[in-house]
């Protein structure tokens, strides 16, 4: 066989001699590979394996997602109705659908005052004055709709876009198709505040996605992630059984072929060692200063638990987490901000615990230049209606109202000072822009960069998205109000 000179050449080598030569291209590869797992969002997975360029930078690069689960009254917080006033304790004059309870058409005021701030002149409740000096930063969106009145179905739907049970989340859609900048913390992380909203951890989960997508839940306290902290009494004694295990998940791999499932298990292994070290670092908050800890109300009782929760949201951001949810605190003899009864002192307390820490967010996200690409989503499942709600047990309450109700976002490209849609004069049905979740979702994809009508993923024979078959991005909320090339 007649050899030309480059492979008599190779021919010539042998093993450990090609390794020496060549160790720069090996080197080469491995960089290669760190740059793709370090790469910013250029790309984006369609559901088919494939992976597109993105289709405009994004605006925003993390959310954090103030989750307020119960349903917040919007006509006691950001849309004052003063035909209630007028018309307090009388029958409300318009047709009304079956509330969740049945309650009665009685009107009853809001209990608190508003006023209106900033250069926007939006209108704010009492019970928010930290939040009401943020309000040029906020988007108020005052004609949400949702299709469900029932909170486990509404909580899903507003965290999946789906009411079914086991749908991905948004959480879980963003981190499968931007990815994480993090390599020693998951990409999705779920700030628990001492009570989850009703449906659980299905509101974070990652569904028919793979499994390393799903919400990661923090606690609160000395341990944050459960069974992260290593049994094993050195760190040698652990690396061998992490060796062990994946000998054993290879060998695995031979006898059925699947590799898909054994890799997401060994790639949380792999990061939950990371996270050992990484946990600890961003609940350490003695490097920020008594100022900022003052800012976020930490050294105050009322508000330590939310505004440690909220610190540590911009920590996670800082470190390239994409998703952050936080959830509001439980409070002693309170439904989170689900007010049947004695909504008068609850919605004020429930208030008082996350506003402060909200504003401090906001504040110390723009003095850190992070809130132009941080985008902040405040809201619950649904509103209240006007109407009086009294339970045996307290005072008057408002039921679920999923017909119109107020949510705000702020940062990461959002056009501050807005004031979005109307609500009639009850505050009960949508007038004017009603925005949808599905357009909602839409809304915070395309912040991030992100098609909502090209982000799927195929399963039981259909490519499903997180916006299901509708949604449209509502352009008036954004600075830049141009769609997607």
């Known amino acids: 066989m007649n050899l030309s000179e480059p492979e008599r050449y190779i021919a010539r080598l042998n093993r450990r001699e090609m390794l020496l030569r060549w160790a720069n291209g090996f080197g080469g590869l491995a960089l290669c590979g760190l740059a793709a797992s ?19 930078p994004a605006r925003a690069r993390s959310v954090i997602f103030l989750y307020m689960d119960g349903g917040p009254s919007q006509i006691d917080t950001f849309d004052p109705k003063p035909r209630l006033d007028r018309e307090h304790g009388q029958p409300i004059k318009i047709k009304t659908p079956d509330t969740q309870f049945r309650i009665g058409k009685t ?28 309000v040029d930063e906020l988007a108020f969106i005052r004609s949400m ?50 009570q989850l909203p009703i449906g659980g951890m299905n509101c974070f989960g990652a569904g028919f996605l793979p499994a390393k997508y799903q919400g990661t839940l923090f606690h609160q306290g000395a341990v944050p992630v459960a069974d992260l902290r290593p049994h094993e009494p050195t760190a040698e004694l652990q690396q061998a059984k992490l060796g062990l295990l994946d000998k054993l998940h290879r060998s695995a791999v031979k006898v059925d072929g699947s590799t898909s499932e054994l890799d997401a298990v060994i790639d949380n292994y792999e990061l939950a060692y990371r996270m050992q070290s990484a946990v600890p670092q961003l609940r350490d908050v003695s490097d920020e200063s008594t100022a900022t800890m003052a800012l976020y109300g930490i050294d105050q009782s009322e508000t330590e638990t939310f505004g440690t929760q909220c610190l540590l949201a911009r920590r996670l951001v800082e470190r390239g987490v994409r998703f952050i949810q936080v959830l509001p605190p439980k409070l002693p003899d309170h439904n989170h901000w689900d007010q049947h009864s004695n909504l008068a002192e609850h919605h004020r307390s429930n208030a008082l615990a996350v506003d402060q820490p909200i504003a401090g967010l906001i504040k110390d996200l723009r003095a850190r230049g992070l809130l132009d690409e941080t985008l902040i989503v405040w809201g619950g499942e649904f509103g209240r209606t006007p109407m009086a709600q009294k339970m045996p047990q307290g005072k008057d309450g408002r ?28 505050g009960y049905f949508v007038v004017e822009n009603p925005v949808s979740v599905h357009d909602l979702h839409a809304t915070i994809l395309h912040l991030l960069g992100l098609n909502h009508e090209e982000l799927t993923f195929r399963f039981s024979g259909r490519d499903f998205r997180l916006t299901d078959v509708s949604g449209e991005v509502i352009y008036d909320l954004l600075r830049d109000q141009q769609p997607l090339a």
Not at 44 to 49: L, Q, T
Not at 152 to 175: C, D, H, K, V
Not at 399 to 426: I, K, Q
């Open 145 to 194: 709709v949702s299709d469900h009145a029932e909170h486990t179905a509404a909580n899903y739907f507003m965290n999946t876009g789906s009411p079914l049970q086991g749908r991905p989340s948004m959480g879980a859609w963003i981190n499968y198709g931007l990815g994480c900048e993090a390599d020693n913390l998951p990409g999705f992380i779920v700030l628990d505040c001492g």
């Open 38 to 56: 370090c790469s910013r969002t250029s790309n984006v997975v369609d559901g088919r394996g494939d992976r597109a360029p993105a289709t405009k």
């Open 399 to 426: 039921d679920h109202n999923p017909y119109g109700f107020t949510m705000w976002m702020a940062g990461g490209g959002v056009r501050g000072g807005t004031v979005y849609g109307t609500t009639d004069e009850y």
């Open 107 to 134: 009107i009853m005021k809001s209990p608190y005052q508003f006023r209106q701030y900033g250069e926007c002149g939006a209108w704010v409740s009492d019970i928010f004055p930290h939040l009401a000096t943020c």
